[in-house]
């Protein structure tokens, strides 16, 4: 009864919440975060992505109509080793100068179960595009000046798909192939 309850009461939140039709939703990006984790030479390591530029397009009586487009621009990641960035950025990794930005786009989402979806479409990275499954919970938050939402996800990607390691960074001796990927994004109604 309970679970029931919930997925009621939640129907409910969003229907009140938010119009019938598909509504345009911006990051807000004081309030979000997208964290890869990597390890080199078997110790862990992290990173974050930062001044990501994102518009959802989420239509709440059909969940499967979405629309994503993030944009990711690689010369803004965040890390504590320069040595490292360094290497991030260099043309054996995410060769910048040739490739500054990532993008995800996504046109189709399903529902997996109350507050879960996967939507699908596609990541570039270096000019190398590759069709993903992106799953995520999705929860609305309304404060007293806004409503928004908080999309989150731990997805794992595989660099060597992308042509993130060439020459000697190709080898996964050193930097395994998956790369963990967190999001914590909140996202306000234009």
């Known amino acids: 009864m309970g679970i029931l309850l919930r997925a009621a009461s939640l ?18 990006k004081e309030k979000s975060r997208v964290i890869f984790h990597y390890s080199y030479a078997g110790d862990p390591y992290q990173g974050e992505f930062t ?4 518009v959802f397009e989420i239509d709440p009586t059909n969940p499967g109509s979405c629309n994503f487009t993030v944009t990711i621009p690689i010369v803004d990641i965040n890390i504590d080793s320069v040595e ?12 910048v100068d040739q490739f500054p930005t990532a993008h995800f786009e996504a046109r189709q989402c ?22 993903m499954s992106f799953p ?5 938050e309304r404060d007293a000046e806004r409503m928004g939402f908080r999309l989150t996800s731990n997805v794992t ?27 914590d994004v909140y996202a306000i109604r234009q």
Do not use: C
Request: no cysteine; aromatic share 10%.
């Open 11 to 28: 129907a409910l939140l969003l229907f009140t919440a938010l119009s019938a039709h598909a509504q345009s939703w911006v990051i807000d």
């Open 51 to 54: 001044n990501i530029d994102a």
């Open 84 to 95: 490292a960035l360094e290497y991030l950025l260099d043309v054996d990794m995410f060769d």
């Open 110 to 131: 399903r529902l997996q179960s109350l507050d879960s979806f996967v939507s699908e479409g596609s990541l570039t990275i270096r000019d190398m595009t590759r069709p």
């Open 136 to 140: 995520f919970q999705l929860a609305i």
């Open 157 to 183: 990607i595989k660099r060597l798909e992308y042509g993130v390691g060439q020459g000697y960074w190709a080898s996964t001796a050193e930097i395994p192939n998956e790369i963990g990927i967190e999001v």
